[in-house]
Nanobody
Framework: QVQLVESGGGLVQAGGSLRLSCAAS????????MAWFRQGPGKEREFVAW?????YYSDTVKGRFTISRDNTKNTVYLQMNRLEPADTAVYYC?????????????????WGQGTQVTVSS
């Protein structure tokens, strides 16, 4: 069982930065591929970034967002720079025990409650 708790969301102006954190319970954090997803108003949940040794990003955030993880702290981060109004969404971290198909929401067993990010123009 893994519990995930996100923090760090908020309101920021376009062009600004935010850093999200996701703290995981349990002693097997390193056994999971970790990812960030987001869900904007009226939209489906979409993949943002993945970390499991290597990293992978959606095309919409590549070059602006950076995912990192600290297995000693059971925490995964998402540094978001040059934010745009289109980045407004609830951001979720998620844990994938299979390390397969990282862009597929159905591969994730555990999800956090989400943290709201709002980017004003």
């Amino acid at each position: 069982q893994v519990q995930l708790v996100e923090s760090g969301g908020g309101l920021v102006q376009a062009g600004g930065s935010l850093r999200l954190s996701c703290a995981a319970s349990g002693r097997t954090f390193s056994s999971y591929g970790m990812a960030w997803f987001r869900q904007g108003p009226g939209k489906e949940r979409e993949f943002v970034a993945w970390s499991a040794g290597s990293t992978y990003y959606s095309d919409t955030v590549k070059g602006r967002f950076t995912i990192s993880r600290d297995n000693t702290k059971n925490t995964v981060y998402l540094q978001m720079n040059r934010l745009e109004p289109a980045d407004t969404a609830v951001y979720y971290c998620a844990a994938n025990p299979t390390f397969l198909d990282p862009m597929n929401v159905r591969m994730y067993r555990y999800w956090g409650q989400g943290t709201q990010v709002t980017v004003s123009s």
